[in-house]
């Protein structure tokens, strides 16, 4: 029986090397092609069995990600107010081979990013300089933020958590005159 262990560990040991074994840990998906087409499913958490030949596997981190946006922004007074806003977002489990399908690996990038700065930028634009820095203000556009997200992004497969809104600059001409005010 031992004679067969150590020839065993042997052959697993090379097939994981040459890429014929893939392993996928929690906060993961992977994404596997045959021939060129992408599967349907989503492999799950553990070690897959992958000919090198005739297959692929992406791994996709399925993990809340955050992207961090900063943005000059209009405000319906014409008032440029500075504005860093973070995205909390993630790709579902079994959503990834869609995603990698539509739109491919650099979703981010291609769709994610450009959304997040039309959206910062429509949503800002309708509101006053004031409503930024009232905490009601704040809450109505990030949730404005959010549904313009939800509502662009969720049918290609990404789920949008949150909106935070970090930290907001007034013009300088601005803040000046509450300065002025306040003295």
Partial sequence: MRKYIVPF???IAAMSMSGCIVGIEDGQAGVKAN??????NSL?????FVPPVISWVEV?????????????VPSSEGLIASLDVSVLYNVPRNKAPFVRRLIGPNYRETV?????????RNVVSGYAVKALFSDAGRKEIGEKILLFLRNKLEERGMMIQDVLLRD????????QSIELKLK
């Fill in 9 to 11: 560990v042997l052959l």
């Fill in 35 to 40: 021939f060129g087409k992408i599967d349907e």
């Fill in 44 to 48: 799950g958490t553990g070690w897959h």
């Fill in 60 to 72: 996709w981190n399925i993990k809340t990600q955050e992207i961090k946006e900063t943005a000059n």
């Fill in 112 to 120: 994610l990013e450009p959304y997040v700065r039309e959206s910062i």
């Fill in 168 to 175: 907001v600059r007034l013009p300088h001409v601005f803040s």
